[in-house]
């Protein structure tokens, strides 16, 4: 059951663009000063590949535009090809058109501290509330949820639901349907039981008008929210775009959450909010689980983009759901050549609850080994399988393989609801991971380990 490579099963947004970007570079190898030729040639093809990833026209020119002046006024680093700094101007520009920094979330002094949920109706916005309000309470705030969409039927019940998911207080108020009076009646139970964060989910239309724009911007002016944040959806692209931009005009919106951006979305909207309307992306919806929401951080996104990946963000979902006294002991292990079928088991689950296998593979550098990691599509029912193999084994057989001879082979299978065949490529493909493994431990891993300040191994190999 190897990984098969190929299309992704959920296509990341920046794929198209990321592929035409590692073509476009990949033809510059010029040293020196960077000539107009060389230079009009490349920008030519980024214009191309922009707009087939329906970047707004505006932003397009003002990104060519800095990148031609700074590329054909730059002596090239000692260190840089004339490719490679065209690659450094380009990912410079880039954080610039996306805001440079991550913009954080803006805390009242008094409690509670109030988020205003804006947005279309099918944008995710109620669901995005109850992410918001998991990601507040991982971080020890006390959030509090208040639907005021008292039009669309069971929206409350909707959060409500939500809300019980994820094990935080939703305010429901029977029989209030006033949506201020509901957010006004939040606020205070909110300051009565000591919850630091009240999340307000609004009602959306299918369309902008102007009963809407009313009632969100009476909710503005009588709860005095911390932050009015627009749930965007990037499915819909340009027209992303244009909302937040009417958002922003009729209601001074503070932020924009993206949504579904792990979906067939070309990136276009992503890379135009910013510089089109001057509010900042704080966060992106990356999966349908409550707790695949990620702080936009610009420098990420655009390393992403560029096929450089994002291990910042790997070492921190790593770091968030990886036991670090169990890494140090595969470590370990590895190193003395004692990584048993229980350890892989044990990995395999713990990597699994940092998200999507394809998902992790393109936070990696599309660099040496893992060159094609973003096109490596994972089965996630096959990984499901090696668990159900493995655990269809004795404790005997997870430590010692050497014992699983024909008969065992027909026994595990029988009891994982697989065949034999399948049982030898997982015993396969153990033996090839844990080669891989300990070559890999003795570099990345031993870094990683270090830069997480566990110590190595006493007598083994220093980290």
């Known amino acids: 059951m190897p990984l098969q490579l190929g299309r992704t099963s959920q296509s990341h947004m920046f794929e198209a663009l990321q592929g035409r970007f590692q073509n476009v570079f990949k033809s510059l190898r010029v040293q020196g000063v960077l000539n107009e030729e060389v230079v009009d040639e490349t920008l030519r093809e980024v214009r191309l590949a922009l707009l087939e990833a329906d970047v707004n026209l505006s932003v397009v020119k003002a990104l060519l535009d800095r990148v031609r002046v700074k590329a054909l006024g730059e002596e090239i680093r000692s260190s840089f090809s004339g490719g490679q700094e065209v690659v450094r ?5 880039l954080i610039e058109i996306l805001g440079r920094e991550a913009s954080l979330l803006t805390f009242s002094k008094e ?12 944008s995710g916005k109620t669901t995005t509330a109850g992410k918001l309000a998991l990601w507040l ?22 959060l409500a639901v939500i809300a019980k998911a994820i094990q935080v207080p939703c305010f429901a108020a029977q029989g209030v349907n ?13 300051a009565d039981r000591g919850h630091d964060v009240l999340v307000v989910d609004t009602a959306g239309r299918l369309h902008i008008d102007e009963k809407m724009m009313q009632e969100v911007s009476d909710l503005r002016t009588r709860l005095r929210p911390s932050e009015v944040l627009l749930v965007a959806d990037a499915m819909v692209g340009q027209d992303a775009v244009r909302s937040a931009q009417d958002f922003h005009e009729r209601l001074g919106t503070t932020g924009v959450i993206l949504t579904k951006l792990d979906g ?3 990136g276009g909207a992503a890379l135009s909010i910013h510089h089109v309307t001057g509010q900042p992306i704080k966060f992106i919806g990356v999966g349908e689980k409550y707790d695949a929401l990620e702080v936009f951080y610009p420098d990420r996104i655009v390393s992403r983009i560029l096929g450089m990946g994002d291990i910042l963000s790997l070492i921190e979902k790593a770091e968030e759901k990886i036991d670090k006294k169990k890494a140090l002991e595969v470590h370990r292990k590895l190193q003395t050549d004692t990584f048993t079928l229980e350890d892989l088991r044990d990995q395999l689950r713990q990597v699994r609850s940092m998200g999507p296998m394809d998902q992790m593979l393109g936070m990696l550098p599309k660099v040496g080994i893992f060159k094609n990691a973003g096109k490596a599509s994972v089965d996630e029912k096959e990984l499901t399988h090696i668990e159900a193999i493995i655990d269809s084994m004795t404790p005997q057989e997870r430590r010692n393989h050497e014992i699983i001879n024909g008969r065992r082979r027909k026994r595990i299978a029988k009891g994982s609801g697989t065949s034999v065949q399948q049982v030898n490529q997982v015993l396969k493909q153990y033996f090839q991971m844990r080669k891989m493994m300990k070559s890999f431990s003795q570099n990345f891993l031993g870094r990683q380990l270090s830069r997480l300040k566990i110590p190595a191994a006493e007598g083994g190999v220093k980290v």
């Open 89 to 93: 101007i380009v990912r410079d520009e």
């Open 111 to 122: 409690y509670p501290t109030i988020f205003l949920l804006v947005g279309l109706q099918g």
């Open 137 to 158: 309470s991982s971080r020890k705030r006390r959030p509090l949820l208040v639907s005021t969409d008292v039009y669309r039927p069971a929206a409350r019940e909707q």
């Open 178 to 190: 006033s949506p201020i009076e509901l957010a006004l009646a939040a606020r205070k139970d909110a």
């Open 264 to 266: 067939d979305a070309r």
